[in-house]
């Protein structure tokens, strides 16, 4: 006994227990991108620094995180952080331009390119992430989701350089160098499994895995060339026996697919209705979603009854998590957050006791 008090207790647990389909008091409510630019806060924090730099500085990620609670109540917590941090601590150049996104001035183009790629190691190189959430873990009294980009989705940024519309060099070297490509998959699906692992011992209490481009595929090659490094993943991480998120963006025809990927939740983006998506990966897994983040742009008359739609799609089943389709955009008026967070509680207060 070192006499050290543990962390403060959890005072609320709706939302691991939605992610394990438990019954709850009141459906949980965060939201992708939290933390960031819509809050003056926030800007404020980050002034002129370099998003990346700032992930390496933990007193400044605590921070970050904590802001967006300190505004609203919020069921989770997600640290602050990039997928591409991990990317750079492999040795990759990597710069994250304001307005732009993610941009490797070197991209990946040839096998021989992906055969010198070695892959992360945690502990040994973003310890900054760690020490992060266990500084967090002193704070909270809420969950803390750790997360990661998909390979997929870095793989996408290493190829095309940067962001892409139609990710067409990935999806070209797929097909003309399917080797290299599962190397590639293998090497970042290996580096995913040991940055998550490490959060989760670190303290984080649930793990969400951003495969934010990987709608760009039809199902087919989403079978062939990304399923299998989602399912090592998975599979790779059950044992820690924290609740795992599967996300993507216009993944509605690739549902099915990333329910068995192995996730026990799957976070759904705004072009399918909550009830149908549901229906696709199956009742018997929980969802995240699944609010237009756009339309949170707009006056709250217009965002109420969008919400209202989602609860009432969601249909007071066990495991629903409240969320937007995607990141929180900067511009959102922030009274909007907060009034979403008090109507997605009180509309799903439940009268029986949980
Ligand atoms: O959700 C949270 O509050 C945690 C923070 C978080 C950030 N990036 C901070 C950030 C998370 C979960 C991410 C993940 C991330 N980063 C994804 C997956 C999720 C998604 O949006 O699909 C992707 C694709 C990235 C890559 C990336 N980083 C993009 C596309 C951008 C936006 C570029 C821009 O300026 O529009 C970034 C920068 C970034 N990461 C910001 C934040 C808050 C923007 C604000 C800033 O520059 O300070």
Same mark, same amino acid.
């Given at each position: 006994?070192?006499?050290?008090?543990?962390?403060?207790?959890?005072?609320?647990?709706?939302?691991?227990?939605?992610?394990?389909?438990?019954?709850?008091?009141?459906?949980?409510?965060?939201?992708?991108?939290?933390?960031?630019?819509?809050?003056?806060?926030?800007?404020?924090?980050?002034?002129?620094?370099?998003?990346?730099?700032?992930?390496?500085?933990?007193?400044?990620?605590?921070?970050?995180?904590?802001?967006?609670?300190?505004?609203?109540?919020?069921?989770?917590?997600?640290?602050?952080?990039?997928?591409?941090?991990?990317?750079?601590?492999?040795?990759?150049?990597?710069?994250?331009?304001?307005?732009?996104?993610?941009?490797?001035?070197?991209?990946?183009?040839?096998?021989?390119?992906?055969?010198?790629?070695?892959?992360?190691?945690?502990?040994?190189? $973003?310890?900054?992430? @760690?020490?992060? #959430?266990?500084?967090?873990?002193? +704070? %909270?009294?809420? !969950? /803390? *989701?750790? &997360?990661?980009?998909?390979?997929?989705?870095?793989?996408?940024?290493?190829?095309?350089?940067?962001?892409?519309?139609?990710?067409?060099?990935?999806?070209?070297?797929?097909?003309?160098?399917?080797?290299?490509?599962?190397?590639?998959?293998?090497?970042?699906?290996?580096?995913?499994?040991?940055?998550?692992?490490?959060?989760?011992?670190?303290?984080?209490?649930?793990?969400?895995?951003?495969?934010?481009?990987?709608?760009?595929?039809?199902?087919?090659?989403?079978?062939?060339? $990304?399923?299998?490094? @989602?399912?090592? #993943?998975?599979?790779?991480?059950? +044992? %820690?026996?924290? !609740? /795992? *998120?599967? &996300?993507?963006?216009?993944?509605?025809?690739?549902?099915?697919?990333?329910?068995?990927?192995?996730?026990?939740?799957?976070?759904?983006?705004?072009?399918?209705?909550?009830?149908?998506?549901?229906?696709?990966?199956?009742?018997?897994?929980?969802?995240?979603?699944?609010?237009?983040?756009?339309?949170?742009?707009?006056?709250?008359?217009?965002?109420?009854?969008?919400?209202?739609?989602?609860?009432?799609?969601?249909?007071?089943?066990?495991?629903?998590?409240?969320?937007?389709?995607?990141?929180?955009?900067?511009?959102?008026?922030?009274?909007?957050?907060?009034? %979403?967070?008090?109507?997605?509680?009180?509309?799903?207060?439940?009268?029986?006791?949980?």
């Amino acid at each position: 006994m070192d006499g050290s008090p543990g962390p403060p207790q959890v005072t609320t647990d709706r939302f691991l227990r939605a992610c394990r389909l438990e019954p709850v008091d009141r459906t949980p409510v965060w939201f992708m991108r939290q933390a960031g630019r819509y809050l003056p806060e926030y800007r404020q924090l980050r002034r002129d620094r370099d998003i990346l730099e700032m992930c390496r500085h933990p007193d400044l990620v605590v921070e970050a995180t904590l802001q967006p609670l300190r505004r609203m109540p919020l069921d989770a917590a997600i640290l602050f952080s990039d997928i591409m941090v991990p990317v750079a601590a492999m040795g990759i150049e990597v710069r994250v331009v304001p307005g732009v996104g993610p941009v490797v001035p070197n991209p990946i183009r040839s096998a021989e390119q992906v055969y010198r790629l070695s892959p992360l190691s945690a502990e040994a190189d $973003v310890p900054f992430v @760690m020490e992060a #959430i266990e500084l967090l873990r002193k +704070e %909270l009294t809420i !969950p /803390l *989701i750790g &997360f990661s980009g998909a390979p997929f989705t870095l793989a996408s940024y290493l190829i095309e350089g940067g962001a892409s519309r139609n990710h067409e060099r990935t999806k070209s070297f797929m097909h003309s160098e399917p080797e290299a490509w599962n190397d590639l998959m293998a090497t970042l699906a290996g580096s995913v499994l040991s940055y998550l692992r490490a959060q989760a011992q670190a303290g984080a209490e649930a793990l969400q895995v951003f495969d934010s481009w990987a709608g760009a595929l039809d199902p087919d090659d989403y079978t062939l060339f $990304v399923l299998p490094s @989602m399912r090592q #993943i998975f599979e790779g991480l059950a +044992e %820690l026996d924290v !609740p /795992l *998120i599967h &996300f993507g963006v216009g993944t509605g025809e690739l549902l099915a697919l990333m329910r068995d990927a192995g996730a026990g939740v799957i976070g759904v983006d705004w072009r399918v209705p909550l009830h149908e998506a549901w229906e696709r990966v199956g009742f018997d897994v929980a969802v995240q979603g699944n609010l237009d983040p756009a339309v949170c742009l707009a006056p709250w008359e217009a965002v109420e009854p969008k919400a209202l739609a989602v609860l009432r799609r969601a249909a007071g089943r066990t495991g629903h998590i409240f969320n937007l389709g995607h990141g929180v955009l900067p511009g959102t008026p922030v009274e909007n957050l907060q009034r %979403l967070v008090e109507l997605v509680h009180v509309r799903t207060e439940r009268t029986e006791p949980a």
